[in-house]
C-alpha cells in the first residue's frame, strides 16, 4: 500500500525544496524606495544555529544587532548536524564555509538503506554531485563555536549570556523585550527583534499564547552520540534502517568517528527506561551487534517529534524563524536547513530595508513565502522521509515509489540531476 497523509512526491520534486525563495528578492528589488528606515539595531532572542547565523549576517552587512541568551553559554553539545546545499548556500554568504569544511567534513560516500539485520536494499552514488552541493557534516556544538568567534570579531554584534525574556511590548516606532538578567529586569529595544529561541520560544507564546498548530507523531524517538566503528562494516556515513520498529538513521558526525544514531522507541517511557533499554536497541540495530564494551555513549536524549507552524511568522515588530516557526521530524535535515534559509530570507529582508531598497511590507512577504515553504515542502517532505522508514521493507521495496527507482541510485548521473543531497537522504 502508498502511505497517506502526504502527497507521494517523486524524487524530481523533492529537489524542488532547495530552490530558494526568489520571490523576496523580486520584491526587494521592486519595492519603492521612497521611504527610507536605516536600521539601528536588531535584537535576536536565542543563540542557537539560525540566531548567530542571522545576527552574523545582519553584523557583517553593517547592522548593529544583540542576541540574548538565557543560558550561561553556547549549547557545545554534539547534535546532529547535516547541511544541504540551501544551508551551505547561507554559511557561505556568512563567510563560515571553509571553515565548516576544515572543521567538518563533505559527504563522500552516498547512503544506504537496510534491514535490521544490516541486509542492503538500495544505495545512492554521489559521486557525481558538485562538491559544493553534497551534504556537508559539522555538529551544531562546533558551528556555534565558529560562529561565535566570527561574532566576537564584529564590534556591533553583542551576545548577553543569562538573559531571559520574560515579556514584550512594541509600538509603531520599536520593539522591545524585558529581561531577566544577573543584574535584575531590564527592558531593551530595539527596530524588530526576531524569535529564534526554539520550539518552546517565548516570543512566540508571548505573540500566540499556547497555539502552535500541527501534530505529535505518534513514534518517540531517542537519539544518541556514540563512538563506533562501524565503518569496517561497510555502511558508509550515512545509513537508514526500514522497520516499522526499529526505525533509525546511522550517521557519521564528525571525522574521528563520531556517528549520530538515532532509532524509534516505545512511546511513554521514563528518561531512565529509554536509557537502560539503549544497550539491547543497539545490539539489534549496529553492525556487528555491539555490547556497551564495544563503543562508547556519549550522549543519549530521548524526545517527541512535531510537525508544526506558527500562523505567522511576523506580528508588528517581532519575527519568528527556525524552530521558534516551525517544527518537523528530523529526518532529512529539513529543520535545521529550513531555519537557515529562514534566516538568510529574513537577513535578505531587513537588510533591503536597512538600504532603502524595501519597505516594511517586505517582512509580511518573509512571513508568506517561508510559511508556504513549510506547508509545501518542509512538512510533506519530512514526514514522507520518515514513513518510508516506518514499513515492513519487503513491501517497501515492492510498493513505495522512492524504492521503485532505487535502480537508478547507482546512476551517478541521475543521482547528480537531484541537486541536493537533502532530498535523497528521503
Not at 543563540?47 to 552587512?61: D, E, H, I, K, Y
Not at 556517528?259 to 549496529?286: D, H, M
Amino acid at each position: 500500500m502508498l502511505w497517506k497523509g502526504t502527497p507521494n512526491l517523486s524524487l524530481s520534486q523533492r529537489s524542488t525544496y532547495a530552490t530558494l525563495p526568489e520571490p523576496l528578492n523580486t520584491q526587494i528589488a521592486q519595492s519603492s524606495q521612497s521611504e527610507v528606515m536605516t536600521l539601528s539595531k536588531i535584537i535576536i532572542v536565542g543563540a542557537g544555529p539560525s540566531g548567530c547565523v542571522l545576527a552574523l549576517l545582519l553584523a557583517n552587512a553593517g547592522i548593529n544587532v544583540e542576541l540574548l541568551e538565557a543560558s550561561d553559554k553556547l549549547d557545545d553539545s554534539p547534535r546532529a548536524s547535516f547541511y544541504p546545499w540551501p544551508a551551505v548556500y547561507e554559511l557561505q554568504r556568512a563567510g563560515l564555509l571553509p571553515e565548516v569544511r576544515e572543521r567538518g567534513y563533505v559527504v563522500s560516500d552516498g547512503v544506504s538503506w537496510r534491514k535490521v539485520d544490516g541486509t542492503l536494499l538500495a544505495r545512492m552514488d554521489i559521486s557525481a554531485v558538485p562538491f559544493d552541493r553534497r551534504l556537508h557534516g559539522l555538529p551544531l556544538g562546533k558551528l556555534l563555536q565558529l560562529t561565535r568567534e566570527h561574532l566576537d570579531r564584529k564590534s556591533n554584534a553583542k551576545i548577553r549570556y543569562l538573559h531571559r525574556v520574560t515579556n514584550i511590548d512594541q509600538s509603531d516606532a520599536s520593539a522591545r523585550v524585558f529581561v531577566d538578567t544577573p543584574e535584575g529586569e531590564q527592558i531593551y529595544s530595539a527596530d524588530y527583534i526576531v524569535g529564534c529561541d526554539g520550539a518552546n520560544s517565548t516570543i512566540r507564546r508571548a505573540l500566540f499564547g499556547d497555539d502552535f498548530p500541527g501534530r505529535t507523531w505518534d513514534q518517540q524517538i531517542v537519539a544518541t552520540n556514540v563512538y563506533y566503528d562501524i565503518s569496517k562494516y561497510g555502511w558508509g556515513q550515512g545509513a537508514f534502517i526500514v522497520d516499522p520498529e526499529y526505525f533509525c538513521l546511522v550517521a557519521l558526525l564528525q571525522p574521528d568517528g563520531l556517528y549520530r544514531v538515532s532509532y524509534g522507541e516505545t512511546v511513554g517511557l521514563t528518561r531512565e527506561e529509554y536509557i537502560a533499554r539503549q544497550p539491547e536497541k543497539f545490539r539489534k540495530i549496529l553492525p556487528g551487534s555491539p555490547g556497551p564494551e564495544d563503543y562508547k555513549l556519549v550522549t543519549i536524549n530521548p524526545y517527541k517529534i512535531h510537525q508544526r507552524c506558527a500562523e505567522s511568522f511576523r506580528v508588528g515588530r517581532f519575527l519568528l524563524a527556525a524552530d521558534a516557526a516551525h517544527l518537523c521530524n528530523p529526518f532529512g535535515g529539513l529543520g535545521l536547513t529550513g531555519g537557515l534559509v529562514d534566516v538568510g530570507n529574513l537577513f535578505d529582508c531587513l537588510n533591503g530595508i536597512h538600504q532603502g531598497l524595501a519597505d516594511d511590507s517586505i517582512l509580511d512577504r518573509y512571513s508568506t513565502v517561508r510559511r508556504d515553504m513549510w506547508f509545501k515542502i518542509i512538512d510533506p517532505v519530512s514526514s514522507q522521509n520518515l514513513r518510508h522508514l516506518l514499513q515492513d521493507p519487503d513491501v517497501a521495496m515492492k510498493e513505495d515509489p522512492l524504492f521503485l527507482e532505487r535502480e537508478k541510485f547507482s546512476d551517478p548521473e541521475f543521482v547528480a540531476s537531484l541537486v541536493t543531497v537533502s532530498d535523497i537522504l528521503g
